[in-house]
C-alpha cells in the first residue's frame, strides 16, 4: 500500500498489476491460483495456514489504515463484515476486509442459545477446514517458475530478448535447483541470470527483474527490518520482523536470494516462527539468532563431538554393519538436545535431520539451548558491544550427521 492510497485506489493498483502478471503466468501456477480462488469462494476465514489476511482499520477522521492480521485474530473478526466487504486476490493469496468496500452493507452474526440444553446441537457458522482443504502458504517446490520470481525477482518481459547474452539451459537448470528441469525456449531467464552471475544487473533490460521496476512489491512496506553485516568479506543478512519481541530471534541468512524471498512473500506478517517454519520447508540455509554482549568467550565444546565413526584400516572396504552403525549414531545424536540444530544448515545435513525428526518446523521454533553462548557462533554487529548469537554444530558433529569416518592411508 503506498501512503495516502485509499481502499479503491489500492484494488484498481493491484488489478492492473495482476494483469500484467496473469500475461506471463505458467499453466502450472494458473491452475494453483484458480484452485485458491476457488476455495476463497466459499467464503470461510482461511484457517491457521491459509491465506493472510489484512483488516482496514477505520481511523479517526474517516480514513482507513491497512493492517497485517494474525489468522486467530482475523477469525474472531470475520462475522464482522459481509461477504462484499472482504476480498481475494489468488495472486498475493491475501484477504482485504474493509467496510469501505460496502458502506452501506452491515454484517449480521449468526446468533444462537447459549442454553446448555441446546450447546450440542449448535453448529459453527464457518465449518472447519481439513488439512487437505487448506491452500499451501508457501509455493509448491516443484513451480519452479513461482520459486524463480520470489527469489530473483523474474517477471517474463512482453518483448523477447533474442539477442541478449543467455546462461546456458544446464546452468539455469542447476540454478534453480533443478535438473531436470528445461528452460523453456522463450523464456527470457537465462538473460536474467546471465546478468547476475555477471554481477551487473543493472545492465539488464529493465522489465526482467523486479528490482528495477517500479510496480515492484519490493516498493510497497516490507514489515521487516533487514542489517547487512559482513563477516569475512562474505555479506550475511539479518532479518526481523517490525514490532517483534526483543526476545525472540532474528533470522541470519547467507543468502540475499533467501532474503527476498522472505520479504516477497509476506511470511513477517505473521511473525517470526512463520518465517522459521517456511525456511525449513524451503530447506534453506539459516540461524535464528540472538543479542547478546560480544566479550563473551566459546569456553567449551559439546558433548557430542567427542562423538566420532572410529578410523579404519588401510584398505578397509565398508560394511552393510558400518552402515547400520553409522545410522543408529546419526539417529541418536539428532533426536539429542543439539540435533535440532541441523535443520538450520541446509543442504544435505538439513535433508537428514528433516529425514529423522518428526515435527521439524515444530522443533526449529524451540528457544535455543541454554549453552548457546557456550558452543555456539557469533557474528559482529558493528557497534563493538553487542553481537548476533546463533546454535552452530561442530565440525565433528557434522561429519557424524554425514557419515564421514577416517581410513588410514598407509602413508
Known amino acids: 500500500m503506498k501512503e495516502g492510497e485509499d481502499v479503491h485506489t489500492f484494488m484498481e493498483r493491484r488489478r492492473l498489476r495482476n494483469e500484467k ?25 482461511p484457517g491457521k495456514s491459509g491465506a ?31 461477504p462484499a466487504q472482504r476480498i481475494y486476490d489468488s495472486f498475493s493469496d491475501q484477504w482485504d476486509l474493509c467496510t469501505a468496500l460496502a458502506p452501506s452493507e452491515e454484517a449480521e452474526p449468526e446468533s444462537f442459545d447459549d442454553g446448555d440444553d441446546d450447546y450440542e446441537d449448535f453448529m459453527p457458522f464457518h465449518p472447519p477446514i ?3 482443504e487448506v491452500m499451501p502458504s508457501i509455493p ?9 520470481s520470489l527469489r530473483f525477482g523474474f517477471t517474463e518481459p512482453i518483448s523477447p530478448q533474442q539477442t541478449q547474452p543467455k546462461m546456458q539451459s544446464k546452468a539455469c537448470a542447476w540454478t534453480v535447483g533443478d535438473e531436470t528441469w528445461a528452460v523453456p525456449e522463450t523464456s527470457a531467464l537465462p538473460t536474467l541470470l546471465h546478468y ?43 532479518i526481523r520482523p517490525r514490532g517483534s519481541d526483543a526476545s525472540s530471534p532474528s533470522i541470519l541468512l547467507e543468502s540475499a536470494a533467501t532474503a527476498l524471498q522472505i520479504i516477497r512473500s509476506g511470511w513477517a506478517h505473521d511473525g517470526v516462527d512463520y518465517i522459521i517454519r517456511n525456511l525449513i520447508k524451503l530447506g534453506a540455509v539459516f540461524h535464528p539468532s540472538w543479542r547478546r554482549p560480544a566479550h563473551l568467550r566459546i569456553s567449551r565444546a ?4 567427542r562423538l566420532t565413526l572410529g578410523r579404519r584400516p588401510a584398505g578397509y572396504m565398508p560394511t552393510l554393519l558400518d ?25 544435505i545435513v538439513g535433508r537428514l ?16 539451548s541454554e549453552d548457546v553462548l557456550d558452543t555456539g557462533a557469533r557474528v559482529a554487529s558493528g557497534n563493538g558491544e553487542e553481537a548476533l548469537w546463533y546454535e552452530a554444530l561442530t565440525e565433528e558433529e557434522i561429519r557424524l550427521i554425514c557419515g564421514v569416518y577416517v581410513v588410514e592411508t598407509g602413508t
Open 21 to 45: 502478471r496473469a500475461q506471463h503466468e505458467s499453466a502450472k501456477a494458473r491452475k494453483a491460483r484458480l484452485d485458491r480462488e476457488a476455495h476463497a469462494s466459499k467464503g470461510a476465514s
Open 140 to 148: 509448491d517446490k516443484q513451480d519452479v517458475q513461482t520459486n524463480i
Open 130 to 132: 481439513s488439512a487437505t
Open 302 to 305: 559439546p558433548l557430542s563431538s
Open 196 to 238: 547476475i552471475l555477471q554481477g551487473d544487473l543493472q545492465a539488464a533490460p529493465a522489465d526482467l527483474c523486479d528490482l528495477t521496476s517500479p510496480d515492484s512489491d519490493l516498493n510497497d512496506e516490507w514489515n521487516v527490518d533487514v542489517t547487512i553485516f559482513r563477516q569475512q568479506d562474505k555479506p550475511l543478512y539479518e
Open 353 to 368: 535431520a528433516r529425514l529423522v525428526l518428526s515435527d521439524p518446523e515444530g522443533l526449529a521454533c524451540l528457544e535455543a
Open 52 to 82: 493472510r489476511v489484512f483488516i482496514w482499520d477505520e481511523e479517526e477522521g474517516g480514513f482507513f489504515i491497512r493492517r497485517a492480521y494474525n489468522r486467530v485474530k482475523a477469525a474472531e473478526l470475520w462475522d464482522e463484515f459481509t
Open 323 to 347: 552402515f547400520g552403525v553409522y545410522v543408529q549414531h546419526r539417529d541418536g545424536f539428532l533426536h539429542s538436545s543439539r540435533g535440532r540444530i541441523a535443520l538450520f544448515y541446509g543442504g
